[in-house]
């Protein structure tokens, strides 16, 4: 597609109800990034896919986050028993080279309640 | 470890006056620099990068960023402010200690507000 694509833009949960976060990426894009930003906070990085290679989950908060990307383009961040401090916007972000500039997804807006 | 500080939570500046949001980095070896501006309920949005080349680097919607070695900063900088700039501004460096995997260190944003 023409950007990064992410839904949904607003998901409002429970606390304690596991939650699926999909991007869709640029065509082509072989660096796929999550992102996490809190109120009054900057980009917290989450986790890195760049083509076949294992991803770099060094930016997980804790064991109920997960993310895979299939086929090396659409990824899913899953969130397992939802916490009210996972409220956040989590952004998404794709990338052709190490050295560019990300591309951006609008972000999913997530309210644990 | 590679990080970036914007020390200024906002900048305030009249439309028509030249404005700078500051980035300095702590970085080994060569930087690469990055500006992204976030409007309201809007992801992020790429300005304009410092890889090597020209200390002088210019970008989207007349934005430039000037690359200081010897201060360790990547100031942002316009001649002209515009009431339609103000939005949150994020500085960013490549994290070069993981293996070289093009993840992006950002600051904790800055946000400019153009008055008329």
Redesign the interface.
Known sequence: GAG?SQSPSNKVTEKGKDVELRCDPISGHT?L?W?RQSLG???E?LI?F?GNSAP?K?GLPSDRFSAERTGGSVSTLTIQRTQQEDSAVY?C?S?L???????????TRLTVV | AQSVAQPEDQVNVAEGNPLTVKCTYSVSGNPYLFWYVQYPNRGLQFLLKYITGDNLVKGSYGFEAEFNKSQTSFHLKKPSALVSDSALYFCAVRDKGTGNTGKLIFGQGTTLQVKP
């Open positions: 990064v660096a990034y992102y906070q900057g980009l990085f890195y760049q770099d060094s952004l972000a990338s080279e190490r050295a560019g500039g990300y591309t951006f997804g609008s972000g």
